[in-house]
């Protein structure tokens, strides 16, 4: 069946530290990925998305990369900050509205 | 802020009573969405609208479940007869839909957390 999942539940980072953040996706067919960030008591907020034509996608201080052949998918955060301190989820979607979870990683800033 | 709001943010009910839960999306969005979130697991899909018609629901969504969006605006949620096993937080969210079959970035309201005791 349909799965997305990431492989660590937890990432410690030191400040200033690069993070990256792994998913890996079970359907050949989904053809467009987000990456959410939630912080405690909020809904989920869109960070970056990318659609399956691409490899690469970056924004600001954001990059994700997608490498369809092994289905995974990773968010690279750049110069990690404390505010980054949150549970990152990655997303899919097949050509329609319905968009699959995966469990999320936390990500902790040491200072 | 997001712009999609949700009320309330909390509740705390008995078993076997009924909740309404609103949603109001971002203005101009046709597409509006329900997830359930359980401690420490992903959204999971409950439902969806394209503007005042319900397009698909999850087998997670039970016949004590039931959502309106009457006049394509705002959305309701109602659980019937509420189980300890509904406890989750109800996330609402929006996207502007263009093309057909084409996903869109949905952006989420704040949730309202259902604890039923």
């Known amino acids: 069946g349909e799965s997305v999942g990431l492989h660590l539940p937890t990432l410690s980072v030191q400040e200033g530290d690069n993070s990256i953040i792994n998913c890996a996706y079970s359907?050949?067919?989904?053809?467009?990925f987000i990456w959410y960030k939630q912080e405690s008591g909020k809904g989920p907020q869109f960070i970056i998305d990318?659609?399956?034509?691409?490899d690469k996608r970056q924004g600001q201080r954001v990059t994700v990369l997608l490498n369809k052949t092994v289905k995974h998918l990773s968010l690279q955060i750049a110069a990690t900050q404390p505010g980054d301190s949150a549970v990152y989820f990655c997303a899919e979607s097949s050509g329609g509205f319905k968009t699959i979870f995966g469990a999320g990683t936390r990500l902790f800033v040491k200072a | 802020d997001t712009g999609v709001s949700q009320d309330p943010r909390h509740k705390i009910t008995k078993r076997g009573q009924n909740v309404t839960f609103r949603c109001d999306p971002i203005s101009e969005h046709n597409r509006l969405y329900w997830y359930r979130q359980t401690l420490g697991q992903g959204p999971e899909f409950l439902t969806y609208?394209?503007?005042?018609?319900?397009?698909?629901k999850s087998r997670l969504l039970s016949d004590r479940f039931s959502a309106e969006r009457p006049k394509g605006s705002f959305s309701t949620l109602e659980i019937q007869r509420t189980e300890q096993g509904d406890s989750a937080m109800y996330l609402c969210?929006?996207?502007?839909?263009?093309?057909?079959?084409?996903?869109?970035?949905?952006?989420f309201g704040p949730g309202t957390r259902l604890l039923v005791l």
């Open positions: 969210a929006s996207s502007l839909g263009v093309l057909a079959g084409e996903q869109e970035t949905q952006y």
């Open positions: 359907n050949s067919a989904s053809d467009y």
């Open positions: 990318i659609r399956s034509n691409m």
């Open positions: 609208f394209q503007n005042e018609a319900q397009l698909e």
